[in-house]
């Protein structure tokens, strides 16, 4: 058998953060039980509690196949790894080696490509904008782009950008993470790009294990994730979107297929939410009943003006049959509301993602006998004058549905969804109002490509030598500009800058596209650089980095750790004892570069990393 996913990781955004787990589990952090989906980041208010994947389908027998997940409490459906073609296989070790994400930034790759381009341009020199020299990063050395073949694995898994056009990801010959913008080629619907500012891949399959879960049988799917981000001065901010590549490994033609998102929707105090579907947007949301949401014992609250949250299906499951057709939002139920139960069994799962009841009963509204495959539709029913609103608040749990299908062997489907967030604006607007406003731009973005994403300047840097750093922007643009306050300056997408001395310098940065253009800037103190190497013996990483009051510490395991905090003069200032996934307060350092020394109790392995304190 193969262990339970175990890694854990965590997507960053400036106002919005979600929690990922290697499974199907999102925004669920298993190693605290909490919430991962943050709308006041920091604050420990969540308006999604977990979320995770469904899919059941048919064999020509009757037979069912099936694999759902929601808290993993008991268990797991899904584990990592690429699986062998028509056997839908997968070993123990190639189980443990995918357990885990592989994350790049899209300004990673475009230096990996700015480099290599003035390598090969006769005019540049890369001493210019790489004055310390450059390394390739770990995010682009270890990118899974492919499979073992002998294995009978696909040799492609995540796509690349091929420099030296020879079908083989080399990084050390110009190859790269493949971002849509890179080319005009691809189209953000095909899954053959990777998309945002920031991405994190991850190969999930439902045959490593038996399905603790729900008890289904295995279907044999392999599915590729990105969860990716903007950072945006736009609504895109407030949105973590999630592709997924769903590929039939095995060699069983399945039929009355259905695939869906289950949500568990805790908006603050999850006692007295609401929950609701907007059948024509592809959208299911929460929302608060009132509009003061009080604390309760799990949660702080949102206190006044509460925000709301949706799930929106931006790209469906495409059928043939009876003719083509795309699939979104077709289903949409609730359970643990006062109408259903939790689901025990696979074919309480497999009901569930066809709106019936778990004995497989139709959904009627209420008071009639008129069946409908959506639940809380309010005024949004396409074939009907019978409208639909959730008027009982209390804790809340959705699955967001899509079919049915065939999913027959061989057979590949894109999906695309979005999880938002959104706040009131004005006294005329609600916070429902304001997340359908967002979800229609949400769509548009998609269907453009995100060709016009009004960009985010906040500078960034790493110090690498003597009075010498590299700075970099999370967001891209069509332009930059960066003014490093001694006369010089750079239009290079992340360029490295050596200072003449230690003085002070106002680094001032813009990035500019079609769509907006904004500005940042950043005092430096440019200082020597004699801190201790960095040591990653251990497996564990801290972010944010520069960070403000509080550097946190993520490991896929549960570490207890002995740390020292040392200045640049070889000083140390904080020592202390932690545990993984805690915080450690660094408000009161003056600001500067520090360097974090972590050993794990009762082990030899140890952890260095420079990082930046910022006032």
């Excluded at 899904?78 to 592989?102: H, I, K, T």
């Excluded at 057979?411 to 997340?435: F, G, M, P, R, W």
Aim: glycine residues 8%; proline residues 4%.
């Amino acid at each position: 058998d193969v262990e339970r996913s175990r890694g854990l990781g965590d997507v960053y955004k400036r106002q919005i953060t979600g929690t990922l787990n290697s499974s199907e589990l999102l925004f669920n952090n298993r190693l605290t039980s909490n919430g991962g989906f943050e709308t006041t980041t920091g604050e420990g208010v969540h308006s999604i509690y977990a979320a995770n994947f469904w899919i059941g389908g048919l064999t020509q027998n009757d037979e069912l196949k099936l694999a759902a997940g929601t808290y993993n409490s008991s268990g797991t459906d899904f584990y990592n790894g690429p699986l062998s073609n028509g056997s839908a296989e997968v070993s123990n070790e190639d189980c443990g080696e995918y357990d885990r994400f592989f994350s790049i930034c899209e300004y990673e790759s475009l230096r990996h490509l700015e480099y290599f381009d003035c390598l090969s341009d006769p005019n540049c020199d890369p001493s210019i904008n790489f004055p310390s020299g450059y390394s390739i990063p770990e995010s682009i050395i270890y990118y899974p782009a492919h499979g073992d073949v002998n294995l009978q694995q696909d040799f492609l898994l995540a796509p690349f950008y091929d420099y030296d056009s020879d079908g083989t990801y080399s990084p050390e010959d110009g190859d790269c993470p493949l971002f849509s913008s890179m080319t005009d080629d691809l189209e953000c619907s095909t899954c053959q790009a990777l998309s945002g500012h920031k991405a994190t891949f991850w190969i999930t399959n439902d045959k490593g294990s038996l399905h603790f879960e729900s008890n289904g049988d295995a279907l044999g799917i392999e599915m590729h994730n990105v969860v990716y981000g903007f950072s945006s001065t736009g609504s895109l901010n407030d949105i973590i979107f999630h592709q997924k590549k769903l590929m039939n490994k095995g060699t069983i033609d399945l039929t009355e297929t259905y695939m869906g998102y289950w949500v568990d929707f805790d908006l603050g105090n999850s006692n007295d939410d609401l929950i609701g579907c907007d059948i024509n947007r592809n959208l299911a949301y929460v929302h608060n009943a009132d509009q003061i949401d009080e604390a309760s014992n799990s949660s702080a609250g949102y206190g006044e003006n509460p925000p709301a949250a949706g799930l929106l299906l931006l790209e469906g499951v495409n059928t043939q049959t009876p003719e083509p057709e795309e699939l979104k939002l077709t289903n949409f139920t609730s359970f643990s509301s006062g109408i259903n139960e939790d689901p025990q069994t696979s074919n309480h799962y497999y009901n569930y993602l066809k709106s019936t009841n778990q004995s497989g009963v139709p959904t009627v509204f209420p008071g009639t006998e008129e069946t409908t495959n959506w639940m809380f539709g309010g005024d949004t029913y396409p074939d009907s004058k019978n409208t639909w609103n959730d008027n009982f608040s209390s804790d809340k749990r959705a699955l967001a549905s899509s079919g049915p299908f065939d999913l027959n062997s061989g057979d590949v489907q894109c999906i695309t969804n979005a999880y938002i967030h959104s706040y009131s604006d004005s006294e005329e607007t609600s916070a429902v109002e304001k997340l359908f406003e967002i979800s229609d731009e949400a769509q548009l973005s998609f269907e453009n490509c995100f060709d016009c994403v009004a960009p985010l300047a906040s500078i960034q840097l790493t110090h690498v030598g003597d009075f010498a750093y590299d700075f970099h922007n999370i967001a891209t643009g069509d332009e930059y500009l960066w003014d490093f306050g001694d006369g010089t300056s750079s239009t290079s997408v992340a360029p490295g800058k050596i200072f003449s001395s230690g003085q002070d310098y106002l680094v001032t940065f813009t990035v500019t596209n079609a769509c907006g253009s904004d500005t940042d800037t950043f005092l430096l103190t440019a200082t020597t650089l004699v801190i201790p190497q960095q040591i990653v013996d251990l497996e564990l990483t801290v972010f944010p980095n520069p960070a403000h009051n509080s550097l946190n510490l993520q490991s896929s395991f549960y570490l207890s750790l002995d740390y020292q905090i040392i200045d640049n003069l070889g000083r140390t200032i904080l020592e202390n004892t932690t545990s993984t996934n805690e915080q450690i307060d660094i408000s009161n350092l003056v600001q500067g570069h520090y360097v974090l020394r972590a050993n794990s109790q009762g082990s030899e392995k140890i952890y260095v990393k420079q990082f930046f304190k910022l006032d």
